[in-house]
């Protein structure tokens, strides 16, 4: 069963030289430390915003230009209320932010613990993610070691795809933002995490992929200010080179709402991508992605977590920042304090 996780990861490997070349080329040269601190703090930041921006305008159709966006309460989320997206990375950060690897079963297993305890009275958790947390819940009693929670997590996520023939749904990377930054100086061992923490809920390939690529554009984002994702497809295995240079294609093509079934993963990849290439600085690129309808919090958050990263988190409106908030109880302080820990 363990050969089938880490298919993926092995596949990376294969390409890891190309990886540890960007070593040498994109260090901080050019730019100043306060603005890559502002760029790893945007990472997290942008991804942030766009979650509590889009929360109030989920599962509804796609708005016209002619609406403004606006971040605002609804029945269910407080006006900056941030949702599964950020709550999910928050147990990511604080483990970057102890000094963990995130490629450490302890750590994961710690992880999913936090996730599983999470879930239990969440406002909101995505269909994938509740069932696999669910059986991770329904086995746990008995655990004696919390790296088990890592195996079972990755049990159920493999499990719960077998059943239903696809697992690439949306969830992993949109929590994708923060593994880059415990890795700015081991590409390699990005792209290992990354895959990690995205197989803990997410079996299929799509989705570890994406969780990749987006994490190696992130990384590049914060050491050069420079939107460089399709420079990063060249780690993946030769035919999903091709497919997602193709998804890329389409995405600079169409609008955001154009690639409408944004809840799998390479939809949403695509429709984050779209709002990027169009955007005119972060807050145009969060309300672009916004507008893309259905699951708007996560295409922001997806599409905020690169932007930010590139704008930096100086760019988040600051009638934006004073209002984000949400599990467990924080404010944005908490966030920054914890992405400034991680060494
Ligand atoms: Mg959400």
């Not at 933002?177 to 990690?196: F, S």
């Not at 760019?315 to 467990?328: A, I, N, S, Y």
Request: with cysteine.
């Amino acid at each position: 069963m363990r050969a089938g996780y880490y298919g993926p990861m092995t596949a990376f490997v294969r390409g890891l030289g190309q990886a540890g070349e960007m070593q040498t080329t994109d260090q901080p040269g050019s730019t100043t430390l306060d603005g890559h601190m502002d760029r790893r703090l945007g990472a997290v930041l942008g991804s942030v915003a766009g979650d509590a921006l889009g929360a109030p305008y989920e599962f509804n159709p796609p708005i016209p230009a002619r609406e403004p966006i606006r971040m605002h309460a609804n029945t269910t989320w407080e006006l900056g209320e941030w949702t599964d997206d950020t709550a999910m990375s928050i147990p990511i950060l604080r483990a970057l932010a102890h000094g963990e690897d995130l490629r450490d079963s302890d750590t994961q297993g710690r992880i999913v613990r936090e996730w599983v305890g999470w879930a239990e009275d969440a406002k909101d958790v995505g269909i994938q993610i509740g069932d696999v947390l669910r059986a991770v819940r329904g086995r746990m009693r008995g655990i004696d070691h919390v790296a088990e929670l890592s195996r079972l997590a990755l049990e159920e996520a493999e499990a719960l795809h077998q059943v239903r023939g696809r697992s690439a749904g949306n969830g992993s990377l949109m929590r994708t933002g923060p593994v880059a930054l415990g890795y700015l100086d081991d590409p390699a061992g990005l792209i290992e995490a990354a895959t990690a923490i995205s197989s803990l809920t997410h079996f299929e390939e799509d989705a570890a992929e994406a969780c990749v690529v987006w994490s190696l554009a992130i990384r590049h984002a914060i050491f050069t200010g420079e939107l460089a994702l399709r420079e990063q497809l060249g780690v993946l295995p030769e035919e999903s080179q091709q497919k997602w240079a193709a998804r890329l294609d389409e995405a600079e093509a169409g609008e955001p709402h154009e690639f409408e079934n944004n809840g799998w993963v390479v939809a949403a990849l695509q429709a984050a991508w779209s709002a990027i290439v169009r955007g005119d600085g972060l807050r145009d690129t969060l309300e672009r992605a916004v507008r893309c309808g259905y699951d708007t919090d996560t295409v922001a958050a997806i599409a905020g977590s690169l932007a930010g990263a590139v704008y930096g988190a100086s760019q988040v409106p600051d009638e934006w920042r004073r209002e984000l908030h949400g599990w467990p109880g924080q404010r944005v302080d908490a966030l920054v304090e914890m992405v400034e820990a991680i060494s």
